[in-house]
């Protein structure tokens, strides 16, 4: 399964994003999608999985009022909406694939990770 991220740019703080993450074919069985971070000089950070089905969402608290996630299985594509950006919201963006079914924050349960998108808030 190869991921391709999209919709990282450079925005203002207050602005909003979309991030996609397209899979080259459906993922098999049931696998939960996330995203991860990684900011500027810091360790990368879970930020939002979800269930194969999208009936299982799971966001980080530090996000929850600000993030939410949403795919289409169909597309095989997971999305990430991102509204009241901050500076410190800057950082690449990773979607992965899981080797399980449900929305877990643990990366070592990702096996397929994409190669990031950049966003970048300024203030």
């Known amino acids: 399964v190869q991921l391709q991220a999209s919709g990282g740019g450079l925005v203002q703080a207050g602005d909003s994003l979309r991030l996609s993450c397209a899979a080259s074919?459906?993922?098999?069985?049931?696998?939960?999608m996330g995203w991860f971070r990684r900011a500027p000089g810091k360790e990368r950070e879970f930020v939002a999985a979800?269930?194969?089905?999208?009936?299982?969402?799971n966001v980080a608290h530090s996000f929850e009022d600000r993030f939410s996630i949403a795919r289409d299985y169909a597309k095989s594509t997971v999305y990430l909406q991102m509204n009241s950006l901050k500076p410190e919201d800057t950082a690449v963006y990773y979607c992965a694939v899981s080797r399980y079914a449900g929305s877990t924050s643990a990366p070592e349960d990702y096996n397929y990770w994409g190669q990031g998108t950049l966003v970048t808030v300024s203030s």
């Open positions: 074919r459906r993922t098999n069985s049931n696998n939960g």
């Open positions: 979800i269930s194969w089905r999208g009936d299982n969402k």
